[in-house]
């Protein structure tokens, strides 16, 4: 799931004055917290999307976060900077409340931006980044919450990869820790929302011809396994396997050790699908 989340680090060089995401120069001395970064180079501007990767804090110069894009730099600066889960918490829910659809302060961009706009969105579109990482860091301890902030990156952004998973990982947690007559709604959402992952990445016929893949996303075929394992499902486990088998062919997997067992669960499930079938027969 996702807990931590790499962003690529802005190169110092590609980023100045010049470049079409900076705030343009002005006349007046910098004074941070006042003239709000006009005249630092580092500081993005929204044209009309924020810049949603981190920028190094120390270059932000920012004395007093003013607004949504501030109080998520200064959140990941405390989140993988100084470690301060806590903190970074706080900045991340602040930044929300300073680019929330309920409150009027951020929009869902559907559609492209009329010329006539002249280059901005007013309100600002919703950011996806500062929920990402706030549900990351609440999913451990308040699950529902990261869910209902992964589900506003579902909408902020339906084809973002990576979101349906994180909430599948989370209900699995949820099911793990529940009571046993709760638990199987909890994988069922799970299966639900894994499923969701993976049609987002379907494997075409192009696809196989020119690269002889026949499935995608080994580790959300491997989560799935999971689940009809726990659930005592052999015949969708030994499904599962497979195309994690089929996936993994030709790129192999993070965790290659999993190869080796998933066909030894493969032979198991098999072994218990037999069984049954021998039960039902008698």
Same mark, same amino acid.
């Given at each position: ?39 630092? %180079? @580092? ?16 270059? #932000? ?9 501030? @109080? ?25 409340? #300073? ?6 302060? $951020? ?18 579109? $919703? ?82 011809? #020119? ?44 965790? %290659? ?26």
């Amino acid at each position: 799931m996702i807990r931590n989340i790499l962003f690529l680090v802005v190169p110092l060089a590609s980023v100045g004055p010049g470049t079409a995401m900076a705030q343009s120069t002005a006349a007046e001395p910098y004074i941070p917290g006042v003239t709000y970064q006009t005249t630092n %180079p @580092y500081y993005l501007q929204p044209n009309p999307f924020y810049f949603e990767g981190r920028v190094d804090w120390n270059l #932000l110069k920012i004395t007093q976060p003013v607004n949504a894009w501030d @109080y998520f730099e200064r959140g990941i600066h405390e989140q993988e900077d100084l470690g301060e889960p806590a903190a970074a918490i706080a900045d991340y829910q602040q930044s929300i409340s #300073l680019n929330n659809l309920a409150n009027g302060t $951020c929009q869902i961009v559907t559609s492209a931006m009329p010329a006539a706009a002249g280059g901005q969105m007013n309100p600002a579109p $919703c950011m996806f980044s500062v929920r990402l990482r706030l549900a990351g860091l609440l999913a451990p301890t308040q699950p529902q919450q990261a869910i209902a902030l992964y589900n506003q990156v579902v909408a902020i952004d339906p084809l973002r990869t990576g979101v349906h998973e994180a909430i599948a990982a989370t209900y699995v947690s949820m099911a793990q820790a529940a009571p046993p007559a709760s638990a199987p709604s909890l994988y069922a959402q799970a299966v639900t929302e894994y499923k969701n992952e993976l049609a987002l990445s379907p494997v075409t016929a192009l696809e196989t011809a #020119l690269t002889g893949d026949v499935a995608n996303n080994a580790h959300v075929h491997w989560a799935l396994s999971e689940i009809y394992r726990v659930t005592n499902d052999p015949t969708d486990q030994m499904s599962e396997l497979n195309l994690y088998l089929q996936a993994t062919q030709w790129h192999s997997d993070t965790y %290659p050790w999993r190869i080796a067992l998933a066909k030894a669960r493969i032979a198991e499930a098999s072994a218990a699908v037999a069984a049954r079938k021998e039960r039902r027969e008698k």
